[in-house]
């Protein structure tokens, strides 16, 4: 039987250059065989990197452009926006200490192409490398899924690999409500591809997308209306940071927690949501021009049809892992967003370095959990790390806990910063660091401090105690709250009198 023609990965000149040990044959047809197969160009750019310089041909496979989700339709473009959104909120809170600015105009062209031209640099510069890396293979642009246990059918070619490692990423949850599709709506993966403000906006969700993009529409003048299915804003933070974003987006934002939305429609230029309040079971009509959705995130292994493989998911469609990110099957591994063990991408970074260790090196690597940092770029901002109050409380530790202002320290007070907090909860007996949160100003970049000590020895507070901090700086609030350590039902006994006061 003849040998059937291969379809070509993006670079046309790599079948001549792939040796006889890189072909298979399946029922008589030539296909292309790889040491490794990374599906997703996000965090698996990156491994397919390192397994190239390790000196293994590599297929890259991904139905997007590369660089997956944080680069492209995530983190960075909406930080972007977001660090616009921060300049107008700092200036209008500048009255507090003496100054008045009047803000005269937003250019949001120049917001839209100072990202789409991150986006689309970034893109052409990591298909630069490829082209130019004998080792790897992209295919690109083309529905992918698995025809046998270690098998992908990539549009009309199938490649096979010894090793294949899964990282497609997540996409977002759209829920089953009536009208929505008909109306339209954005999501992240479309929403910078906007080219105007929208007058108003009906932000659907609660969680952390949901309240960085009120924050930015809101600060950019656009009339927001956020709602939540829950009773809380970001559910799954500390039940105090939860209760601080709250607070600090209501300023801006018409916030509705704890209501259902029924359905969408069209009524002139108009889009019409229509939700159930929760609180009294009254129906309530929103109108904006625009509706975004942010319900959640789910898995896109489902795509790539891994029953096939015999990969273990969940009952939500994740991929299950042990913590070397192996998957069930010898020679499948997964990692980022598709694994759902942090939906951060410097925690699927982190996995891309305990991968590469297990799977390509004779080196093993447990992966650790204990202390993965996230940010909520909202307003106000949140930094976080460890566990939440209520989880301490859940899992029956000893623990005592510290809170302190942030103009509590002498840069916060000059700051004018008046709601900005820490709080720490610490293991009794050990003065291991089990959490820590902060809402306030830098609290993303303040936080890191606190997630190197946890990683660190024994990762007690010990550290804290003895370094000498700079003053005047917001570190000093990092370093004085655990010196105000005391059990939950105690009233706090406290060291700060000799510094607040004193240093102020």
Not at 21 to 39: A, E, T
């Amino acid at each position: 039987m003849p040998t059937e023609a291969v379809t070509l990965p993006f670079k046309p000149e790599s079948l001549t250059t792939i040796p006889s040990s890189h072909l298979s044959f399946k029922g008589g047809n030539l296909l292309p065989h790889y040491d490794v197969l990374i599906v997703g160009s996000g965090v698996g750019y990156g491994l397919a990197r390192k397994t190239s310089a390790k000196g293994l041909k590599t297929a890259l496979v991904d139905r997007d452009p590369p660089g997956g989700t944080c680069p492209n339709r995530g983190c960075i473009p909406s930080k972007i926006w977001i660090t616009v959104a921060d300049k107008i909120r700092e200036a209008e809170q500048l009255t507090s200490i003496g100054v008045e600015m009047t803000l005269d105009s937003v250019d949001f062209c120049t917001i839209r192409d100072r990202t789409q031209d991150w986006i689309k640099g970034g893109q052409a510069h990591k298909r630069t490398y490829i082209e130019n890396d004998d080792n790897i293979d992209f295919y690109e642009g083309e529905v992918a899924e698995f025809t046998g246990m270690k098998a992908l059918r990539v549009g009309t070619t199938e490649i096979t690999a010894d090793k294949v490692v899964i990282a497609s990423g997540s996409r977002p949850v759209i829920p089953p409500v009536e009208g929505l599709e008909e109306a339209g709506y954005l999501t992240n993966r479309n929403v910078f591809d906007i080219e105007r403000l929208p007058g108003s906006i009906i932000i659907i969700g609660g969680g952390y997308i949901a309240v960085e993009f009120a924050h930015f529409f809101s600060a950019l003048g656009t009339n927001v209306t956020l709602i939540g299915r829950n009773s809380r804003l970001v559910p799954k933070a500390d039940e105090d940071v939860s209760e601080a974003i709250l607070k600090g987006i209501s300023r801006y934002v018409d916030v509705r927690t704890d209501h259902e939305v029924l359905s969408v429609a069209m009524e002139e230029n108009l889009k019409v949501v229509t939700a159930t309040d929760g609180a009294t079971g009254d129906e309530v009509r929103f109108a904006a021009h625009e509706i975004m959705v942010a319900t959640g995130r789910r898995s896109n292994a489902d795509m790539l049809r891994p029953e096939v493989t015999g990969v273990e998911v969940d009952g939500r469609g994740w991929i299950v892992t042990d913590h070397h990110l192996a998957t069930n099957v010898e020679g499948i591994w997964a990692m980022g967003d598709a694994v759902n063990r942090g939906q951060f991408r410097h925690t699927a970074d982190m996995h891309s370095r305990i991968l590469f260790i297990n799977a390509f090196t004779e080196e093993h690597r447990h992966l650790d959990e204990h202390a993965i940092p996230n940010a909520v770029f909202t307003w106000p901002q949140v930094g976080s790390v460890g566990m939440t109050e209520a989880q301490v409380k859940e899992a029956g530790l000893h623990y005592h806990h510290s809170k302190m202002m942030y103009k509590d320290v002498s840069k916060g007070y000059a700051l004018g910063e008046e709601e900005g907090f820490i709080k720490v909860l610490v293991e009794a007996d050990t003065d291991r660091i089990l959490g820590a949160h902060m809402v306030g100003p830098e609290a993303a970049t303040l936080i890191q401090q606190i997630v190197f000590v946890m990683n660190a020895g024994d990762g007690s507070l010990e550290p804290f105690r003895w370094s000498q901090v700079i003053h005047p700086t917001l570190s000093e609030v990092v370093s004085w709250v655990f010196l105000s350590l005391h059990h939950p039902e105690d009233d706090p006994m406290s060291e700060l009198g000799e510094h607040v006061g004193a240093n102020r």
